[in-house]
């Protein structure tokens, strides 16, 4: 048998290969831009809380409440990420 002749059967296994991996990379890459994005935008919300009770230390409690708020959602969107990535694998 000439191994560059194909059969149905090994071009639709092959096809199916291909989309399996598709959807793994888009996975990754979906789920590891939405942490990149996480990272940045917890360090963002810390940096500036930091700064703020630096600058006023009375007001340190009132802005904890606020950083954890902006904590939860930007976490959140991670997560997000995350779920919606593995949905659209398995779907």
């Known amino acids: 048998m ?9 071009i639709t ?6 989309t399996d991996a598709g959807k793994a990379i888009a996975l990754g890459v979906g789920a590891g831009l939405g942490s990149i994005g996480a990272g940045i935008g917890i360090g963002i ?17 009132e802005l904890q409440s606020i950083r954890w708020l902006g904590f939860a959602l ?18």
Not at 13 to 18: C, D, K, M, N, T
Not at 45 to 61: L, N, Y
Request: hydrophobic share 55%; proline share 4%.
């Open 45 to 61: 919300i810390f940096g500036k809380e930091i700064e703020s009770v630096a600058r006023q230390p009375e007001m340190a409690s």
């Open 2 to 10: 000439d191994p560059l002749i194909f059969g149905q059967e090994d």
């Open 13 to 18: 296994v092959l096809a199916e290969g291909i």
């Open 74 to 91: 930007t976490e959140a969107v991670a997560f997000y990420t995350f779920i919606f990535g593995l949905i659209a694998f398995f779907l």
